[in-house]
Nanobody
Framework: QVSLVESGGGLVQAGGSLRLSCAASGRTFSRYSMGWFRQAPGKEREFVAT????????YYPDSVKGRFIISRDNAKNMVYLQMNSLKPEDTAVYYCAADTLLFRTIKPPVRLTDFGSWGQGTQVTVSS
């Protein structure tokens, strides 16, 4: 099990940038792929980014590809989401999540059910 705490959310104008951080506890952090999801009011939680346990591969949906960058620092037990060129439709609560499997290699985790540990979320609001 990994405990997760997000930070870095806030209010930003359209076109601006924010960097979200996720602090993880537990000695096994480096063995898990990590992801970011978001949930806007009245909408389902949706996938935003995944990074494999080694940090060698990343995955994004088309809605954020080219604007968001996920990264990790296994020495510090940290995961980051750099968000650039933000749009009002990016407004949501952003959640950090840890994979349910150790050392997943076949397919990257992108579904809600692929993740077993979640943070409490951090609000991102993009004004037009």
């Amino acid at each position: 099990q990994v405990s997760l705490v997000e930070s870095g959310g806030g209010l930003v104008q359209a076109g601006g940038s924010l960097r979200l951080s996720c602090a993880a506890s537990g000695r096994t952090f480096s063995r898990y792929s990590m992801g970011w999801f978001r949930q806007a009011p009245g909408k389902e939680r949706e996938f935003v980014a995944t990074i494999t346990w080694s940090g060698s591969s990343t995955y994004y949906p088309d809605s954020v590809k080219g604007r968001f960058i996920i990264s990790r620092d296994n020495a510090k037990n940290m995961v980051y989401l750099q968000m650039n060129s933000l749009k009002p439709e990016d407004t949501a609560v952003y959640y950090c999540a840890a994979d349910t499997l150790l050392f997943r290699t076949i397919k990257p985790p992108v579904r809600l059910t692929d993740f077993g540990s979640w943070g409490q979320g951090t609000q991102v609001t993009v004004s037009s």
